[in-house]
Nanobody, 120 residues
Framework: QVQLVESGGGLVQPGGSLRLSCAAS????????MGWYRQAPGKERELVAA???????NYADSVKGRFTISRDNSKNTVYLQMNSLKPEDTAVYYC??????????????WGQGTQVTVSS
């Protein structure tokens, strides 16, 4: 079994900051891709930021310069530092990871989602 558990969402004023965390646990051999997606009401889920095990990153144009993705491989954890938040960043944020499990194989996993609301 593998679980992705997110934390750090909440309500913040425009211009504020939040830090999301996502910890993977279970029978994990290795984790390659880790990323954050978001889904706003009435919209499709979109990739916000991604990071490989080697540290290469990729960002959506809408968050470049404001969000920073990082990971701690020793803790199987990925972070998303969100600064200069805007109302349009309001969404449910989901963690996603490509994980190789001991003696089982390679699978893609999703977290349960955490709500981020940017409002005055």
């Amino acid at each position: 079994q593998v679980q992705l558990v997110e934390s750090g969402g909440g309500l913040v004023q425009p211009g504020g900051s939040l830090r999301l965390s996502c910890a993977a646990s279970g029978s994990i051999f290795s984790i390659d891709f880790m990323g954050w997606y978001r889904q706003a009401p009435g919209k499709e889920r979109e990739l916000v930021a991604a990071i490989t095990s080697g540290g290469s990153t990729n960002y959506a144009d809408s968050v470049k310069g404001r969000f920073t993705i990082s990971r701690d491989n020793s803790k199987n954890t990925v972070y998303l530092q969100m600064n200069s938040l805007k109302p349009e960043d309001t969404a449910v944020y989901y963690c996603n990871a490509d994980i190789t499990r001991f003696s089982v194989g390679h699978f893609n996993y999703w977290g349960q989602g955490t709500q981020v609301t940017v409002s005055s």
